[in-house]
């Protein structure tokens, strides 16, 4: 009788194996929660940035959507200088009524998620603010 068939008839064996395999996906659920706080983290950052440029932006005078999104970039990149993340803000729309709407996106790598075959996670924030020269308010 060889090595293998009596360690395959061994029923003390089982335990091991069963556990070795249930921890697999125990691992990766444990990676994905720790990625997916990452991904929360920096999107929450990217709001706090996107919200203040929207904010400083409201607190001027209206210039064009071009401009406006220069300054809201500049804003986002100064907020955002030392985040884990690839980051753009996407479009800048202003109405008549002083109404500016910003929307930036984002792509955060993943770390231990990646064994699980997701490289990376999108985001995606959008900020509003009135335009008001006086008091700016959100």
Do not use: C
């Amino acid at each position: 009788m060889s090595v293998f068939s009596r360690f395959a008839r061994n029923p003390g064996g089982n335990v091991a194996i069963m556990f070795g395999l249930t921890m697999i996906p125990v691992v990766g659920a444990v990676g994905a929660a720790i990625d997916y706080s990452r991904v929360v983290h920096v999107r929450s950052q990217l709001a706090d940035a996107l919200d203040a440029g929207v904010l400083a932006v409201g607190g001027q005078a209206k210039v064009s959507d071009a401009q406006t999104l220069a300054l809201v970039r500049r804003w986002v990149d100064t907020h955002m200088a030392e985040a884990d993340a690839t980051w753009s803000v996407d479009s800048v729309t202003q109405d008549a009524a002083g109404n500016i709407t910003v929307v930036a996106s984002g792509k955060v790598q993943t770390t231990i998620a990646r064994v699980l075959g997701i490289g990376e996670v999108s985001i995606t924030v959008k900020s509003q603010a009135v335009r008001s020269l006086g008091k700016v308010e959100r």
